[in-house]
Each structure stands twice: as C-alpha cells, then as structure tokens.
C-alpha cells in the first residue's frame, strides 16, 4: 500500500468595494509527494465567489471563465510578467512546503496496537476479532487482516480514523470468521511511521481473560480427579483390611 498525503497551501487576498462587491484572489499550492516533485500552483481570482481568471502551473497559462476573465487572460499571457508567475512554483510553493513537511508533516508517532477477541464462536455463528491502533500520527493508516497469509477481502469492518483532540488518532478494524484448526490469521498495520507494515499475529481462539478461566476450571477438573482418585484408592485399602463376619 501506498500511503498518499496531499498538502495545500492558501493565500487570501479580498477586497470590498463601496457597492458592497466582493474581489478577491485565492493562491493555492498543491503536492502529494515530500519531495516536491508533483507541486501545482494555482492563482485564481474570483468576482463575489465565482471565479473569472485563473493560472496553472500545468497549464502553464492563464485561462479566463468569463468574458471579461476571456480578455485578461489574452493580455496577461503576453505580458512579460507572465514568467514572473510561472516561477512562483519554486519561489512561494516549494519553500513553504518545504517548512510545513519539515515542521509538521515529517513528526510521526508510531500507533499502538491492541488485537482481542469480541466474541467467540457459537451455534453456527462467527468469531469477531478486533484490530485497534491508537495515538498515531499523521492520520493516513492501513489497518488490514491476513489468513494464512492471503490479505482478507471479505468479512471486514472498519471505522474510519477518529481523531482524539490531542493531534493523535484512532481505528479499528473487526473481522468475522468461522475458527478452523491450524490456521493462522494476522492484523497487519501500515503507517508511514515504520519502513515496513507491521503484523500482529493472533496468538489463539481466546482472549488472555477467557484463557485465565479457562486454564482456572481446568485445574480445577485434574485437581478433582486427583482427590477422587485418591479417596476412592483411600476407601479400597480400609475395605479390603476389613474382617467380614458372616450373619
């Protein structure tokens, strides 16, 4: 999996005039990659919210909307200023991007994950398994499920990421199946926090509470064998040192 993250940049410039007329120009940079490869400015200037002119670094023009936006564009792609503005990609998009991915987008927190048992096999009906990863950032995750080794397509629930108000986020994923003897199956994690996906392998059928009982009412079951055994061995040995008189 590919994790994309795409970051905007945005300059506002508004002016009311005394009519009560909105004019104002939005410059946006766009880029998906922290090597600033695929970076777009765009510089569009808007008439009360519609746009009427905008440049393109893709385009590598301006393109008007409108017909007034149609006779500025003519007039401003001949003019010599027309260069200035193509060079903005570099001057104003690559610089401050450059700040935010160093000061903001290259902070990573790797998730903690936590994988139980919701509800065990009965009666024809399946398990669920749980797969939570908490206090991760930055947001972009891929929380996926593997049995034996093939990535599970099917029978998967998952939540979208929450955030937790503390700039870390949440997710979890819950997966139905029917248990079948010797199988393996895996919650696989992939943040940009590691180089590799992480896999947290299911270590059994049932949570480590419902072992305790069950390893608990086990012992139980032997340790009552053993005192009967015991008591039974107890009782043949005073019987057989037993004279019987006959009535």
Same mark, same amino acid.
């Given at each position: 999996m590919i994790l994309t993250l795409q970051l905007l940049l945005a300059l506002s410039l508004t002016v009311r005039t005394a009519d009560g007329y909105d004019h104002y120009r939005i410059t946006d940079c766009f880029t998906t990659s922290s090597d600033l490869t695929d970076v777009e400015y765009i510089d569009t200037y808007y008439f009360n919210k519609?746009?009427?002119?905008?440049?393109?670094?893709?385009?590598g023009k301006w393109v008007g909307f409108t017909e007034h936006g149609v006779k500025c564009a003519e007039h401003w792609n001949d003019d010599l200023d027309l260069q200035q503005i193509r060079a903005e990609v570099d001057r104003y998009c690559k610089f401050n991007l450059n700040i935010n991915f160093c000061d903001v987008l290259e902070k990573t927190v790797k998730p903690r994950v936590k994988l139980v048992a !919701?509800?065990? @096999?009965? %009666?024809?009906?399946?398990?669920?398994?749980?797969?939570?990863?908490?206090?991760?950032?930055?947001?972009?995750i891929d929380v996926y499920w593997l049995k034996d080794?093939?990535?599970v397509t099917g029978d998967v629930?998952?939540? !979208?990421?929450? @955030?937790? %108000?503390?700039?870390?986020y949440q997710i979890h994923s819950h997966l139905e199946y029917m248990p079948t003897s010797g199988e393996k199956i895996s919650c696989v994690v992939d943040h940009i926090s590691s180089k590799e996906?992480?896999?947290?392998?299911?270590d059994g059928f049932l949570p480590a509470s419902e072992k305790n009982k069950f390893a608990i009412g086990t012992s139980g079951l032997v340790l009552g064998i053993i005192l009967t055994a015991a008591g039974f061995l107890y009782y043949k040995k005073k019987s057989s040192g037993r004279n019987l008189v006959p009535s």
């Open positions: 519609d746009p009427y002119i905008q440049f393109n670094s893709t385009v !919701e509800k065990q @096999a009965s %009666g024809g009906h399946p398990a669920m398994l749980m797969c939570s990863a908490y206090d991760f950032y930055p947001p972009a080794g093939q990535k629930t998952s939540i !979208e990421e929450m @955030a937790d %108000g503390d700039w870390y996906p992480i896999i947290y392998d299911w």
